[in-house]
């Protein structure tokens, strides 16, 4: 962090305080107990770094719906979803992401849904087709990403990074095949089609900030 923390390039995020501060997803979270979280995000903690060089806005995963409350006792600045299949946990199935953002809103919290153009991991998961969502030519990532503007949210994230092995990448695709792998284009669409469906919704979703700031 202090070689990288003052590049351009590192991501900062203006908190409710107006202190502009450096933005970080903490994935498995929960695996640590709330008493340690607090004990580095609470202000009054043992080791705080509230406040110091190394404090940040700090997001924690919720997976089961009990993650919430730990996360509230833990110190966290907001709640991230992560996972792109719909229904694969609690905290990533559209239908709840309201009442995360109802919880989030009364405790001061963000919360950010995490969105994805469709998944699939059986290439490396043979047991995990249950958590297979098609793409649907894109309509599966509409529909997720409408479901996260519906909550207002103040960031929204989608879970890609090149992710091939799990089905969730937007980056221009066209038929690839292996000895051991098939990977999956956007045919009938062009190769750059969920980058165009990716700027559409980004426009889409600044016009709409602007409304609800009104």
Known sequence: FLRYGKHGAF???RSST????????????????????ADLLSPKGSHSIRGTPYDGVFL????EERHKHDILA??????????????????????????IKNFC??????????????????????WNNHNTRNRVNGRYYDTSLQAALSVRPEIVTITSFNQWHEGTQIEKAVPKKTVTRLYL????????????????????????KDTWLM
């Open 105 to 126: 809103d009364g405790n001061n919290l963000l919360f950010i849904p995490s969105v994805g153009p469709g998944y699939v991991d059986t290439a490396v998961r043979p």
């Open 18 to 37: 107006g202190r502009v501060l450096p933005l970080f997803y903490v994935y498995d979270s929960y695996l640590m107990p709330a008493e340690s979280w």
């Open 60 to 63: 924690a995963l919720i997976v």
């Open 74 to 99: 833990s110190g966290f600045d907001g709640i991230y979803t992560y996972f792109a299949s719909n229904g694969f946990s609690f905290g990533s199935s559209h239908q709840n992401w309201k009442a």
């Open 11 to 13: 991501y900062r995020f």
């Open 185 to 208: 284009d956007y045919q009938p669409n062009q190769p750059d089609h969920y980058l165009v469906l990716t700027r559409q919704w980004a426009e889409n979703y600044n016009k709409e």
